[in-house]
């Protein structure tokens, strides 16, 4: 079969994108906020998964979005990868950073010392910040097995909690594990998930307060 190519202006090619997208979108139970944020990863990903397997706990985007109006919040992630894919320009005009610690020398040695995961030694990182905490995870379950013990010992109090890493081992149980803990999240249940869910989800949360779009 022929597809035949109609060639459109680079501006335009997302809200195309997102007017094919709502085509094939289910009805859903969404809120109109969270439709946005379902959208944003099927756009990030195509994949349709993602009208299914995207969970919201009660409110948790409503609180999202008060978090990041207020500003001066942070947003870790569990990978540079998810860091630089999280729109600085709106960032920025929320008076948000975003931090990784991945690649910190003194993590990478602790970790090693300790027989444990960076991704794990991070969120301990992350512990010690200061401010409105939002994290982001899309690659390590034990950056969130980590943070659920974190939690549990009162030892950190994030705002909301995106957890879609991607993978087999303890990917599933660390995520159901986020969700039975209470703290507000949005989760991606099962196997999928990824850095570009993580900064997709970051992303059609700051769009919903600056009305910015991944162009402009």
Not at 7 to 33: D, F, H, N, T, Y
Not at 68 to 73: A, D, I, N, S, T
Not at 95 to 107: K, N, S, Y
Not at 177 to 206: D, E, F, Q, T, Y
Request: charged share 20%; glycine share 6%.
């Amino acid at each position: 079969m022929d597809h035949k190519i109609t060639w459109v202006k680079p501006e335009e090619i997302e809200a195309r994108s997102m007017e094919l997208i709502e085509q094939e979108m289910p009805s859903g139970s969404w809120s109109w906020e969270e439709r946005q944020v379902v959208r944003r990863c099927i756009h990030t990903s195509a994949d349709f998964d993602y009208a299914k397997n995207l969970y919201f706990s009660q409110e948790a985007v409503e609180h999202a979005l008060q978090v990041l109006k207020k500003g001066g919040f942070t947003i870790v992630t569990d990978t540079n990868m998810a860091a630089s894919g999280i729109n600085k320009r709106a960032l920025a005009a929320l008076h948000g950073q975003v931090r990784c610690f991945m690649a910190d020398a003194d993590v990478d040695r602790e970790a090693k010392e300790r027989g444990i995961t960076r991704a794990a030694v991070s969120m301990e990182h992350a512990a010690a910040l200061s401010g409105p905490l939002m994290i982001a995870s899309g690659n390590a379950p034990t950056a969130l097995i980590r943070l659920n013990e974190l939690m549990a010992a009162d030892r950190i109090h994030p705002e909301i909690v995106i957890a879609v890493p991607v993978g087999f081992v303890n990917v599933i149980e660390s995520k159901e594990a986020i969700i039975r803990s209470g703290v507000p999240c949005i989760v991606a249940r099962g196997r999928k998930g990824g850095s570009n869910i993580a900064a997709a989800i970051c992303n059609a949360l700051m769009y919903l307060v600056t009305g910015y779009t991944s162009v402009g």
